[in-house]
């Protein structure tokens, strides 16, 4: 489970004493805590797919925050989040390419925009980008 990868690299990014790392994991490990307060249960692990979402919004977050330490020039604070960023999608699931996309969607008989996009919620929620499904449908 990513959970427990998770919670052994925090673990490791401390006796590694990696200040970039472990400040990544101490705000994912918070946004994974508030998850399970939200659903009410804070022993149980999280599914992988809801941990593909936390971790979606995470590096879009930093992205955003990323972008205005650029605009400052901040190079320091810039190659550290970039950092971040790549420490967090090492943990997403493979995404799905354009080409991917597209070919699943042609094989779909109903290919009307709610559709498409409740498949691909359905079936491939972590895997894929929905603004990229969202581009691509528009392009067919």
Same mark, same amino acid.
């Given at each position: 489970?990513?959970?427990e990868?998770i ?17 990544f994991?101490s ?10 307060i939200a659903? *009410?249960?804070?022993?149980k ?15 879009k977050e930093?992205?955003d ?16 989040i ?13 995404q799905?390419?354009? *080409? ?5 969607i042609?094989?779909?008989a ?15 929620? *972590? ?6 499904v ?7």
């Amino acid at each position: 489970m990513i959970e427990e990868q998770i919670k052994k690299a925090n673990i490791q990014a401390m006796k590694d004493k990696d200040a970039v790392a472990r400040a990544f994991y101490s705000v994912l490990m918070n946004k994974i805590l508030l998850e399970k307060i939200a659903k *009410g249960d804070r022993e149980k692990p999280l599914a992988d797919s809801e941990l593909s979402n936390i971790l979606q919004k995470v590096i879009k977050e930093l992205t955003d925050e990323k972008e205005n330490y650029a605009k400052v020039n901040n190079v320091a604070e810039v190659a550290n989040i970039s950092r971040q960023i790549e420490i967090a999608k090492s943990y997403l699931p493979k995404q799905l390419s354009e *080409g991917e996309i597209k070919e699943i969607i042609l094989s779909l008989a109903d290919k009307s925009v709610p559709t498409v996009m409740k498949h691909f919620k359905a079936n491939f929620n *972590g895997q894929v980008d929905m603004r990229l499904v969202q581009e691509v449908l528009k392009t067919l």
